[in-house]
T-cell receptor, first 112, second 114 residues
């Protein structure tokens, strides 16, 4: 089955700096890679996703890159703000309603 | 956006009792829902996949007789923790598949078993 690894487990940056979170996956059949943000005590919220036919996707300060050959994808947050502080999870699935596997999460802290 | 409602948000029960958690998709039909367990500061661990009208598919290591899942309609899935014990205390969260790979999460249920 799919195995998703995520690094780092914790990340602390100064406000305005960039943050990068990396994930690798094992199943070459996976073709959908979402990122979720979970604030303390709240539900995970989808912030950006990418499909395997695309190498990069950007939405304002957030971008995701995918290297299908190497089976890794990354989340990039630029100009970080304190409200970006949360736990971020990457995930991988084969699309459709196939079960999604999550990375272990990265606790991002943005210091004002 | 799509809304998934999960109730109760927290529950405290005595050891040996059963607890039912509901997950509802309010504005879309979800043929598939997922149940996860999340320990403090850890990731979402998939417990089971719930398909409307059929038996749930459980992940390895998850006791199906312990965690009963029912998905009787396109908008409702329930998770019943039977004969709960303190080690079952955890944060349980559901998600519903809306289509086009989009998953929407419930707000979670914090279960504390005394």
């Amino acid at each position: 089955g799919e195995n998703v690894e995520q690094h780092p487990s914790t990340l602390s940056v100064q406000e305005g700096d960039s943050a990068v979170i990396k994930c690798t996956y094992s199943d070459s059949a996976s073709n959908y890679f979402p990122w979720y943000k979970q604030e303390l005590g709240k539900r995970p919220q989808l912030i950006i996703d990418i499909r395997s036919n695309v190498g990069e996707k950007k939405d304002q300060r957030i971008a995701v890159t995918l290297n299908k050959t190497a089976k890794h994808f990354s989340l990039h947050i630029t100009e970080t703000q304190p409200e970006d502080s949360a736990v971020y999870f990457c995930a991988a699935s084969q699309g459709g309603n196939n079960d999604m596997r999550f990375g272990a999460g990265t606790r991002l802290t943005v210091k004002p | 956006g799509a809304v998934v409602s999960q109730h109760p948000s927290w529950v405290i029960c005595k050891s040996g009792t059963s607890v039912k958690i509901e997950c509802r998709s309010l504005d879309f039909q979800a043929t598939t829902m997922f149940w996860y367990r999340q320990f403090p500061k850890q990731s979402l661990m998939l417990m089971a996949t719930s398909n409307e009208g059929s038996k749930a598919t459980y992940e390895q290591g998850v006791e199906k007789d312990k965690f009963l899942i029912n998905h009787a309609s396109l908008t409702l899935s329930t998770l019943t923790v039977t004969s709960a014990h303190p080690e079952d205390s955890s944060f349980y969260i559901c998600s519903a598949y809306r289509g086009n790979e989009k998953l929407f999460f419930g707000s979670g249920t914090q279960l504390s078993v005394l």
